[in-house]
């Protein structure tokens, strides 16, 4: 049975737009998966080598998790700590920044709009919505972090 271009052509968008929407809905759920499998496939040959060596095919996978983790694990935590250590000091220096930013910008401002745009006669919370921003990219920070665990775990149980 042969199909036309038209309903090859119609068949080949409807599965490409599916996808696409598939994706889109489960692409974070699919990420550590398709990450594993990448993993696996870029690391099979050197678990052959090894067993080509001498060791057995868990011994080879053994290894490669435990380099893996041996290197993995002290970078993670030097980025994670180094990445509080700075988010906390921006935190506490958020008041003063946005208290410059406020001169800056009433500084800068014409004389004839500055009586009109004057932000220390506002009642803008700059200083809050600073503080506030700061603390939900440390939460989305964090979570990025809690996903690079999850994807490290998930490369050591796909290695097998």
């Given at each position: 049975m042969s199909f036309?271009?038209?309903?090859?052509?119609?068949?080949w968008g409807v599965l490409l737009l599916s996808a696409v929407i598939l994706l889109t809905y489960l692409g974070n759920i699919l990420l550590p998966f398709i990450a594993g499998a990448a993993l696996a496939y870029l690391l099979d040959p050197l678990a052959d080598r090894l067993q080509?060596?001498?060791f057995s095919r868990i011994w080879a996978v053994i290894l490669i998790s435990a380099i893996f983790v041996l290197l993995f694990a002290p970078i993670a935590v030097f980025i994670f700590i180094n990445l509080?250590?700075?988010l906390t000091k921006l935190v506490t220096a958020a008041p003063a920044i946005s208290e410059k930013l406020t001169a800056v910008i009433n500084g800068t401002l014409p004389s004839k709009f500055s009586q009109s745009f004057n932000l220390d006669e506002t009642n803008l919370p700059l200083g809050e919505f600073l503080n506030s921003t700061i603390i939900v990219l440390m939460s989305s920070i964090v979570k990025s972090f809690s996903s690079l665990v999850s994807i490290a775990g998930l490369i050591l149980i796909t290695q097998a």
């Open positions: 036309s271009v038209r309903q090859q052509m119609i068949f080509h060596i001498g509080v250590d700075q």
